[in-house]
């Protein structure tokens, strides 16, 4: 059997398959993109309930440290990786993609100072109203959009790095 490109025995290409399958689930929810499900339901109750629960317990630690970058400054995905001594820019995009929506995503960026494709005029605005260093486009640019500039904008964690968990 052949799984993206490999060889694999029956055993365990099914086995992987069920694995994929038992992942799907949380990752896939279709209010991800609108905020935490523990801030979904304002009437409470038991479904609330159950929603917080099915939040990864790494996207609520991802979320947290995107909580603590303060206006103004920004971190990269492999910083907030780095941060949590666990995953990667790859993990930490994932989760800003699906659950980010309730925190300030635009503070969380690619290390290139390149805003968010898609969102860049949302972005720019809360850039700008945080007083975030940008470096301006040149007219050659692609749309004219400023970058960020990472050198003055970067938070290293250190004024609220003591409780980081």
């Known amino acids: 059997m052949h799984m993206r490109g490999r060889t694999v025995c029956p055993t365990c290409a099914r086995r992987a398959r069920r694995t994929l399958r038992s992942r799907r ?4 929810v279709g209010w991800g993109r609108m905020g935490r ?3 979904q339901s304002p009437e ?6 159950e929603r917080a629960q099915a939040l990864p ?6 979320l947290d440290v995107a909580e603590l970058i303060p206006p103004g400054r920004v971190m990269t995905y492999g910083d907030v990786a780095e941060w949590l001594d666990e995953g990667g820019p790859r993990q930490v ?8 929506g309730a925190v300030p995503w635009w503070r969380v960026v690619r ?14 605005g809360h850039y700008r109203e945080e007083g975030t260093p940008l470096k ?5 640019a692609e749309g004219h959009l400023p970058r960020l500039d990472m050198r003055r904008a970067r938070w290293d964690g250190g004024e609220r790095a003591e409780g980081h968990t």
């Open 37 to 39: 499900m523990s801030e």
């Open 57 to 62: 317990a790494y996207a609520e630690r991802v």
């Open 25 to 28: 689930g949380p990752l896939s």
């Open 44 to 49: 409470g109750g038991r479904y609330e309930d």
């Open 111 to 124: 290390a290139d100072g390149v805003l968010l494709p898609g969102h860049e005029q949302r972005a720019l």
């Open 136 to 140: 301006e486009a040149s007219r050659a």
């Open 93 to 100: 995009g994932r989760v800003m993609a699906l659950y980010g």
